[in-house]
């Protein structure tokens, strides 16, 4: 995602975001991320009372541009559900470099929750949440066409794609080969077409 900063607080965000996804939540110091965005202690103490403060902020401005991205698609445009949520998944396919090509906060926290206060490891069960029930939606008139009583349920698909994706993303990472998310999201898709035959 690109950043763009209007102000010093917005400033902290950005590089806080950039350190967390490159090196993960615990080596995020006050002091390097002061340093990398060029403001005092004294500036980072004004807007963010706590290391935990800052990380909050981090998810929730990371999850509303990330929100944003993935809904600017026509897919909703679409009436018909199964070209619907294959349109989306082309939609997600398409934004899914500037989205995830250097990692996923969400996933990067979640990793580390050991060494995050309870607050963050909250926010992030909450967010990933979240995403389960935004998705979950698009699922739903698509799996109504199914007579199959061992179909799994909407929720479980939105949660099946984030999965695939988070595990995409580690794989991608681990072989410095980005092609690892598309191809997750297309065979994501090839499932879904064996259900919705």
């Known amino acids: 995602m690109a950043m763009k900063n209007s102000n010093t607080k917005d400033l902290i965000i950005?590089?806080?975001y950039a350190i967390i996804l490159d090196r993960g939540y615990p080596a995020a110091t006050v002091d390097e991320i002061c340093r990398i965005a060029g403001v005092?202690?004294?500036s980072?103490?004004?807007y963010f009372k706590t290391k935990e403060a800052l990380g909050l902020e981090v998810l929730e401005w990371y999850y509303k541009r990330a929100m944003q991205l993935v809904g600017t698609g026509t897919f909703?445009?679409?009436?018909?559900?199964?070209?619907r949520i294959y349109l989306f998944?082309?939609?997600?396919?398409?934004?899914s470099y500037e989205l995830w090509s250097k990692g996923c906060l969400l996933g990067s926290f979640a990793s580390y929750l050991a060494a995050t206060g309870e607050q963050i490891a909250n926010q992030v069960s909450k967010l990933f949440n979240n995403l389960v029930l935004n998705l979950a939606p698009l699922f739903e008139p698509v799996l109504?066409?199914?007579?199959?009583e061992d179909r799994p349920t909407a929720p479980e698909l939105a949660e099946q794609l984030l999965q695939i994706i988070e595990g995409s993303i580690v794989m991608a990472?681990?072989?410095n080969d980005w092609n690892h998310v598309p191809?997750?999201?297309?065979?994501?898709r090839k499932y879904l077409q064996l259900l919705v035959k």
Do not use: C, Q, W
């Open 44 to 46: 980072f103490f004004h």
């Open 76 to 83: 909703a445009l679409e009436t018909d559900p199964v070209k």
């Open 183 to 188: 191809k997750a999201i297309e065979n994501f």
């Open 173 to 175: 990472r681990a072989y």
């Open 89 to 95: 998944l082309d939609h997600l396919n398409a934004v």
């Open 144 to 148: 109504d066409r199914l007579e199959n």
């Open 40 to 42: 005092s202690k004294g």
């Open 14 to 16: 950005e590089n806080a």
